[in-house]
């Protein structure tokens, strides 16, 4: 008997018009952190898909503690003792906590001897004891929708747990999180492992791997690049066979020229639905050929400003001008029209028909306009070539081609199509809002790229992230803001990285 | 002030179950519109085997009730398949089903009358006549003032839905296939992932819908008109969608609209006679609870909520 808890031999399965898994073959030992890195769209999600008896694997072998099996259902998986917490969460919002972790596998009581009826006050109990002895505090009577979403992750947790899993899959767990959730989970995933089940950890964030995993399976386009032994191997030899190609971690720049004012923010004030002042007296000019930043924590105002400007957002007091026009006042479409592009921070309700294929959400911006449409009557053909040349020139991947549900597709290449359109509405001010969240490395870098090109054709950018480090990466002006007020302006050049996070907190002061 | 509790509790119950009905169905997420088809083809099946069993074996159609019932249960739910199977097995647009089967069960049960009548019986008629069911009140609790109007002439189909009514929500939010059910309607990938199957629940939904229509229809012929015919379609399966909209999808608020609607339509009809209006003016007063269903749609639908994934078409692959 091989040494090996899971093993997976040549899987293959394909999608309509792409492989998402190639062959691949892993075995994953008893006791320890397996990570699986991949970009977007590298299969990871899909090998584990299978392994959780979510999909059947059109080739290939799985053996589970060295005996051949063939998981045709997550239930089947679950009596397996494999247990997976999903990417997307699958919760009742209006369920209890308990209701949710015991959906499927509800205790049963008899009323009367005769009558049966789900015993929740005795799941809540059992609840109640489990998550005390992972570390995972709940109070199981409370409903899913009054829950953070690392609370609700929590529960998925649990899920998996309750029902006596020893395999857990792990899905991007901390993409949804903050820096401290992040922290408290892979603690949570350490000492999972410390009490001796096995954990297959699924991300592309290097920092996590290097700091929990014990072996990490590289996949690049449903292929298996690699297996390697974590500490022994370099960041940037893992980032390198992940994408495929080297990365850089920090962009190429020329130096920037700034020509004309594009965008100026004269004493800006937002209020929010509760009549609160998120946005406080905010000024500042962006110029032709500039990348000004807003940095922060969040939920300082940096998103209102943006929305704002691009007119989603009622300003309550200042004006914005855009080329020495006053657009306080413009509709949306109007704005478009002046010349800004908006990538927004949800792109998949804001941003994209996720129904909708790719070439009619890339035509999203222009479709009423010649050539697109001439009088009322949508031009298909136009579209298909607008999209084709577009798909060409950003390299945005997806199964297939112009046909694509843009549902189906990565991510990252959501983003990147996203960015692709509003690129191509030639917009003086192009506003980025948290561009790269939730992105791969290999299409950060491609983003990054796109911005700074960009930047050197003579556009004004305005770029919202959290990520402190792209910040200092890309832009050429910093402002940081905090409680809805600027606390500091100035070239990223004259400020280093630990001056900014001062100022992101509010311990320092112009 | 007597017959308007009386005639108002023997409408809005068999109501009610209808309502509960739809709110199976639509609580694991199928919507349903098709409760109006369900009752009229199950009264039209119940009272079909009625008038046959009559015909055949000589015992008085007044009689047969409850074999009535037993079948008219058993016609909906036969007829709500229709339903189950387009819009969960072929993912069909639920309304529109649901539209097409209220067409169909009016254009069906419609003809089928006739050529039965004329070919079995020899009549040419276009109703099965039923008469009215007998009536029994609990003397002692029938003489407390007000209430005890509440225990006059019952109909006994207003004990059977009481009782029903009882176990539907015992069923629903107290035993595991309840629990499994309103997930459906909530998230049904949740339900999925906890390896329930989604489309079973589903379906046994909403035959559930079917086979309490086809009880509130029969109670309707055999009450309200004393026979079958197309008069049966009287927008009674809208309003117990009404009800269950009202009532935020819950039972027992459900129950309180229904008898809302139950007391409008009989104070309507009552101060109708009253006033000793020709029956013109009856027509007027009888339309009480459906412009009481708009006033309540202006106040009340803001507050509620409907199953979160109500009329979506539920397909594993989607993420
Ligand atoms: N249900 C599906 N239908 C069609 N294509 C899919 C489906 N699931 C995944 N894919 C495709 O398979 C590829 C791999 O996806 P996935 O396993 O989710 O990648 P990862 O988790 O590594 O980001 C992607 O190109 C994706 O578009
Ligand atoms: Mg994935």
């Known amino acids: 008997m091989s040494d090996y808890i899971v093993e997976m031999k040549?899987?293959?399965?394909?999608?309509?018009?792409?492989?998402?898994?190639?062959?691949?073959?892993?075995?994953?030992?008893?006791?320890?952190?397996?990570?699986?890195?991949?970009?977007?769209?590298?299969?990871?999600?899909?090998?584990?898909?299978?392994?959780?008896?979510?999909?059947?694997?059109?080739?290939?072998?799985?053996?589970?503690?060295?005996?051949?099996?063939?998981?045709?259902?997550?239930?089947?998986?679950?009596?397996?003792?494999?247990?997976?917490?999903?990417?997307?969460?699958?919760?009742?919002?209006?369920?209890?906590?308990?209701?949710?972790?015991?959906?499927?596998?509800?205790p049963i009581k008899r009323f009367a001897g005769l009558f049966p009826y789900v015993d929740i006050r005795n799941a809540n109990r059992k609840i109640e004891e489990l998550s005390k002895d992972f570390g995972l505090e709940v109070d199981p009577t409370k409903k899913i929708a009054d829950l953070t979403v690392s609370m609700q992750q929590r529960v998925e947790i649990l899920k998996v747990l309750y029902r006596e899993a020893e395999i857990l899959i792990f899905d991007e767990p901390t993409a949804v999180l903050t820096p401290q959730e992040i922290d408290f989970l892979l603690g949570i995933i350490e000492g999972l492992r410390n009490s001796g089940k096995t954990i297959i950890l699924i991300t592309h964030k290097l920092e996590e791997i290097k700091k929990v995993a014990d072996r990490c399976a590289v996949l690049n386009k449903g292929k298996l690049v690699d297996v390697l032994d974590v500490k022994t191997t370099s960041v940037n030899l893992m980032a390198q066979l992940m994408v495929g190609r080297e990365v850089s971690f920090e962009s190429e720049k020329v130096p920037a020229q700034f020509k004309e004012e594009v965008l100026k923010i004269e004493h800006l004030t937002v209020k929010n639905e509760d009549g609160f002042e998120v946005v406080k007296d905010v000024s500042f000019t962006i110029r032709s050929g500039e990348i000004f930043a807003i940095a922060g924590v969040a939920d300082n105002g940096q998103v209102e400003i943006a929305d704002a400007i691009a007119g989603l957002t009622k300003v309550s007091n200042g004006k914005i001008f855009l080329e020495g026009k006053d657009i306080t006042n413009e509709s949306i479409r109007n704005r478009t029209e002046i010349g800004i592009s908006y990538i927004p921070e949800d792109r998949q309700s804001y941003g994209l028909f996720l129904d909708f294929d790719l070439s009619t959400n890339l035509a999203l911006k222009q479709y009423y306009k010649e050539p697109f449409s001439s009088k009322g009557i949508l031009n298909k053909d136009v579209f298909e070539q607008f999209g084709s040349k577009l798909i060409d020139q950003f390299d945005i991947r997806s199964g297939q081609g112009i046909k694509t549900q843009v549902r189906s597709m990565s991510?990252?290449?959501?983003?990147?199509?996203?960015?692709?359109?509003?690129?191509?509405?030639?917009?003086?001010?192009?506003?980025?809002?948290?561009?790269?969240?939730?992105?791969?490395?290999?299409?950060?870098?491609?983003i990054h790229n796109m911005m700074i090109q960009q930047r050197d054709q003579g556009k004004a950018i305005l770029l919202v992230s959290l990520e402190l480090e792209e910040i200092m990466n890309v832009a050429d002006t910093i402002g940081v803001i905090y409680n809805g007020q600027l606390q500091k302006v100035a070239s990223s050049e004259s400020l280093t990285t630990n001056e900014v996070g001062e100022y992101m907190m509010g311990a320092k002061h112009e | 002030m007597d017959t308007i509790i009386i005639d108002g509790l023997s409408f809005a119950l068999?109501?009610?179950?209808?309502?509960?009905?739809?709110?199976?169905?639509?609580?694991?997420?199928?919507?349903?519109?098709?409760?109006?088809?369900?009752?009229?083809f199950g009264a039209f099946i119940g009272a079909l085997s009625a008038v046959l069993i009559a015909n055949t074996s000589g015992i008085d159609v007044e009689n047969l009730f409850y074999v009535s019932f037993l079948f008219a249960m058993i016609g909906g739910m036969g007829f709500s398949v229709?339903?189950?199977?387009?819009?969960?097995k072929f993912k069909a647009n639920q309304v529109i089903s649901g539209v097409v089967i209220n067409i169909l069960a009016l254009a069906l049960t419609t003809f089928l009358t006739t050529q039965i009548n004329a070919l079995v019986f020899g009549a040419a008629s276009d109703k099965f006549r039923l008469g009215v069911s007998e009536r029994f009140t609990i003397e002692g609790l029938a003489n407390i003032p007000v209430i005890g109007a509440i225990f006059t002439n019952v109909y006994p189909f207003e004990v059977i839905i009481v009782v029903i009514a009882i176990f539907a929500w015992y069923l629903l939010y107290k035993t595991r296939f309840g629990m499994r059910l309103r997930a459906s309607g909530e998230n049904p990938h949740s339900v999925d992932a906890a390896g329930v199957n989604v489309s079973k629940i589903r379906f046994s939904a909403v035959l559930i819908s079917g086979l309490l229509s086809g009880l509130a229809g029969m109670c309707f012929a055999y009450s309200i008109s004393a026979n079958f015919s197309s008069n049966i379609y009287m927008g009674y399966g809208f309003l117990a969608i009404a009800a269950l909209i009202f009532g935020n999808w819950k039972i027992l608020p459900t129950l309180v609209a229904c008898l809302i609607f139950g007391f409008a339509k009989?104070?309507?009809?009552?101060?109708?006679?009253?006033?000793?209006?020709?029956?013109?003016?009856?027509?007027?007063?009888?339309?009480?609870?459906?412009?009481?269903?708009?006033?309540?749609?202006?106040?009340?639908?803001?507050?509620?909520?409907?199953?979160?994934?109500?009329?979506?078409?539920y397909d594993k692959g989607k993420r």
């Open chain 1, 10 to 106: 040549h899987i293959t399965k394909s999608f309509p018009g792409i492989v998402a898994n190639d062959d691949v073959s892993i075995g994953i030992k008893k006791g320890e952190i397996f990570a699986l890195l991949g970009e977007n769209g590298a299969g990871k999600s899909t090998l584990m898909s299978i392994l959780s008896g979510m999909y059947e694997p059109d080739e290939g072998e799985i053996y589970i503690r060295g005996e051949k099996v063939q998981i045709s259902s997550p239930n089947h998986a679950a009596n397996l003792n494999i247990g997976m917490v999903h990417q997307h969460f699958k919760l009742v919002e209006d369920y209890t906590i308990t209701e949710n972790i015991t959906l499927g596998i509800e």
């Open chain 2, 266 to 313: 009989s104070g309507g009809t009552f101060i109708a006679q009253a006033m000793a209006l020709p029956s013109s003016f009856t027509d007027l007063f009888m339309i009480l609870p459906y412009v009481l269903t708009l006033l309540l749609l202006v106040f009340f639908s803001k507050s509620n909520r409907a199953p979160r994934a109500l009329g979506e078409i």
């Open chain 2, 14 to 40: 068999p109501l009610f179950i209808m309502a509960i009905g739809g709110i199976y169905s639509e609580k694991s997420g199928i919507t349903n519109l098709a409760l109006e088809g369900f009752q009229g």
């Open chain 2, 82 to 88: 229709i339903h189950a199977v387009l819009s969960i």
């Open chain 1, 411 to 446: 991510g990252g290449n959501q983003q990147k199509a996203i960015i692709a359109r509003e690129i191509e509405l030639q917009s003086p001010l192009m506003i980025f809002v948290q561009p790269t969240r939730g992105v791969d490395i290999g299409a950060i870098e491609n």
